[in-house]
């Protein structure tokens, strides 16, 4: 479908030219480093062949092409056109698997009368609002990885590869070194180095998180959090979902599930009985045990109970280290409260609880797709979110929804993919534990699965990858000095003390996919650590190693 141009997008036009005008010297550079490599690759033209050359340039629009630049091209294409979006990117979300960004498939079902989801609605008494289907995607730019891959070109390996790579990888800044490169429309390994030894991922861990998750529930999930009522008592029970993106926050630019929706809903359900004043409870029961990761009280984490409004946030942001409420759900549900006499309704102080069979449900709010949960995770590498969706894995499998119960679910999903488990350790969802366990080989076997044609379910997992140079923990990271990588370069970062990594994908100059991760302990100097990483991630990206 066609979405029109709004008014506030019309509204924004400055703004867009003044960002495009901040960029254009960058995309100049860019432009000016690959015509060059445009030039070598560009396909002559006989006389009299201007059909056979059209259907070329048709067929170059899959990835991967049958014309021999198709590749480079389209990363060329890719990079300009990430220069040119970065802007909007940040709040509009990462891409979805064929290109389209996640918001415009919002945006989409949003004007789709029949896809829709009624937000605003008040719906019948007791009965949840139905939420909203995936969007319809838009028509393919780049097909599946392994789409009539047949003219693909192998990816480099050997003495060429190694040259490039080890001597960066050699720095004294790294330390203890795990390192794997993988071709992925192969899964053939082409570089390693302790590729199987086990060491600490740190937030590399999100990734195994992601692909367990996504493999038990699907791309299509969403988190559901309730308000049920007691008619003999008058309790309204606030029974949380496990979903810490649920916001009660007025301005909601991410589409989250509301708290001021569900008291809005909740108040007009109530008012259709009869009722006025209710006692008001809450229910945390999904999570079983203690609500504190071994990391103690710390601003990289809230403490981890099914309901909480904005992730605990004492101020305005929404990624990030940030001062949090010592009991979330308490604090959510006072919020509640307070939203619930706004629309007319006197509530108690709030006090836990559990919600009965008993108890009706009077209205139910549902976050965005898991897809999208996945993707803000890895973006901004949000332990929250890392934490709640480990959670949801063991709950989905039948398992109990705390930390031993979680890392048992998330493992017993990957050995379900025959993906390399040997070495590795799972103590949480987040890699905040410094007792996790990985290999370089175990990531970029998850990273190649997650390119897998014939699992679709997770592509969020690279959708959702940073983009260097522009988005999410990668957004300040390859800068001039690293440029070659800018925009090609998409990879979860992961930072302990002591501990630096970085797994992700890249395309090299050649047009190849490669999947990476680089693992390095003992490190003393994290600034040291880091570029040299980022380094080794550029010589890949400008790699036509042979």
Known sequence: MVVPELRPWRAAR???????????????RTAAAVRPRLA????????????AARS???RSVAWPGTWPGAWRFTVVAATAGTVLAAGAVTTAGPWDSTGQRTAEQDRAVALEATRGTDHGGRGNAGTPPRGPRTAPSAPSVLTGLGGGATTVKSAPGGKALTGALAPLLKSPALGDLSASVVDVSTGRSVYGDGTGDALTPASTTKIATAVAVLTALGPDHRLTTRATFEPDTK?????????PTLTAREKNPTGSASLRDLAGRTAAALAERGVREVTLSYDTTLYPGGQRHP???NPNLAALTPLMADEARRDNSAAGPADRVADPAADAARKFGALLKENGIKATPPGPSKST????????VSSPPLATLVERMLTHSDNDLAEALARQTAIATGGRADFAGASAAVRAQLQKLGVPLKGAVFKDGSGLDRGNRLTAGLLTALLVKSGDPARPELRPVLTGLPVAGFTGTLAGRYADG??????VVRAKTGTLTGVNALAGTVVDREGRLLAFAFLATGTTDPTAAQAALDKAATALAACGCR
Not at 357 to 364: D, E, I, P, Q
């Open 235 to 243: 309790e309204v029970i606030l029974v949380g979902g496990g979903d």
């Open 56 to 58: 070329r340039i048709t």
């Open 482 to 487: 690293a440029a070659g990588a800018a925009g």
């Open 357 to 364: 069979t008993r108890a009706g449900t009077l209205a139910a």
């Open 295 to 297: 990391i103690g009280v």
């Open 40 to 51: 070598r690759l560009r396909p002559s033209r006989p006389a009299g062949a201007g059909t």
């Open 14 to 28: 400055p703004h867009v030219a003044r960002f495009a005008g901040a960029v254009r010297p960058r995309l100049a």
